[in-house]
């Protein structure tokens, strides 16, 4: 049983999640574009970025399925493998692109989301936090996509040095 979730989960529901979610942002994107007059808010401007980096992650985990492999846990057989998960393309592709720059993008992502989180607070009643409000106030868009950038790539260095590349295979080729 549990080779049949693996295999829907990687095979199936990945796929079909990310090419949802790329549809789903590529239409806020547009919808967030038509309504140009209302872009000069920060708000939009946040949930925009968030968009183009949500597309970017789910492009990323669209290809991840070509270095994963479902095999019989019993007689350690291979379900369904791709033919150049072993490559060192493929490999460096899940360390780099997966890991690395994958968790970069999900964290500056929710950092973003943050940013909108607070602006759609603002929006909303008239008695704010002066701390917010002041926060507000000092962090420009770029400042915060920046402050976002760094942080991000400070927290996913950690994935470049867990991983490395497999050269016990046969298949170990520079492709």
Not at 139 to 166: A, D, G, M, P, W
Request: aromatic share 14%.
């Amino acid at each position: 049983m549990k080779t049949l979730s693996k295999f829907l989960i990687v095979f199936i529901l990945i796929p079909a999640a990310s090419i949802l979610g790329i549809t789903f942002n590529i239409l806020l994107i547009h919808v967030i574009k038509v309504g140009e007059r209302d872009l000069k808010e920060k708000y939009f401007k946040y949930m925009s970025f968030n968009a183009k980096l949500n597309c970017i992650y789910c492009i990323i985990y669209l290809l991840s399925p070509i270095n994963e492999c479902v095999s019989i846990d019993q007689n350690k057989i291979d379900f369904v493998c791709s033919s150049i998960r072993k490559l060192v393309f493929v490999q460096y592709y899940k360390i780099i692109f997966v890991e690395f720059i994958g968790g970069c993008v999900k964290m500056c992502a929710n950092l973003t989301f943050v940013f909108v989180t607070l602006h759609r607070y603002m929006l909303i009643g008239k008695n704010h936090s002066k701390f917010v409000e002041k926060l507000l106030e000092r962090i420009t868009f770029k400042r915060s996509i920046v402050i976002s950038i760094i942080l991000s790539l400070c927290f996913s260095i950690q994935f470049i040095l867990e991983y490395s590349i497999n050269k016990n295979s046969d298949l170990y080729q520079y492709n």
